[in-house]
């Protein structure tokens, strides 16, 4: 019998996914005030989601992408299904299609995943706001897309610099 020529498998590769999803919670929620209570913490989740529905889009179906929402809604306090709603709308309307998924190339997932945040943060402030009766904190808000913004191409380099073409028919690609 031959040893398969992938260098990982599928269970690898899901395995990578759950680890960096859960990763980027525990980091949303870990605690990070510098100066007056300000918290500057990039939407690490987001991240994970957007590279990761690029990816292995079979990975990111709806249904995760609405838990990894509301477990960031419920680590990080916010009210219930903020995220979870920014996230799938913003991954609705932004996610890479067709056969080739993501492309190699890091100007257009970096303009793609700049309009995913602008739209998951914008659906989030409105959310906020609405669930909390008042007027979302914007400052903290728009910190974090500067933060995000900043991390996110290191991320995404990282991501698609060993991505190998996606083979059709075949769920381990």
């Known amino acids: ?19 960096t999803v859960l990763l980027a919670l525990v980091t ?8 007056d209570g300000i918290s500057v913490m990039p939407t690490w989740p987001l991240m994970a989601i957007f ?8 990975f990111m179906p709806p249904i995760v992408i609405f838990a990894i929402g509301l477990a960031q809604d419920l ?3 916010a009210p219930m299904g903020v995220w979870a709603l920014s996230y799938l709308v913003a991954l609705a309307v932004c ?9 190699r190339d890091l100007p257009p997932v970096l303009l793609r995943f700049g309009a995913t945040l ?11 706001s609405f669930a909390l009766e008042q007027m979302a904190d914007l400052q903290l808000l728009i910190i974090e897309l500067a933060a995000t913004m900043l991390m996110f191409p ?3 380099f990282l991501a698609l610099r060993n991505r190998r073409p996606v083979r059709s028919g075949f769920i381990g690609g």
Do not use: N
Request: glycine fraction near 10%; hydrophobic fraction near 50%; proline fraction near 7%.
């Open 75 to 77: 680590l990080t306090g």
């Open 51 to 58: 590279l990761w529905s690029g990816l292995r889009p079979h």
């Open 154 to 156: 290191l991320l995404a």
């Open 1 to 19: 019998m031959r040893k398969p020529t992938d260098r990982s498998s599928i269970w690898f590769s899901v395995a990578l996914c759950v680890f």
């Open 95 to 103: 996610r890479f299609r067709g056969e080739d998924g993501m492309p």
């Open 118 to 128: 602008l739209l998951a943060h914008g659906i989030a402030f409105a959310a906020g």
């Open 28 to 35: 949303q929620a870990a605690p990070t005030r510098l100066i």
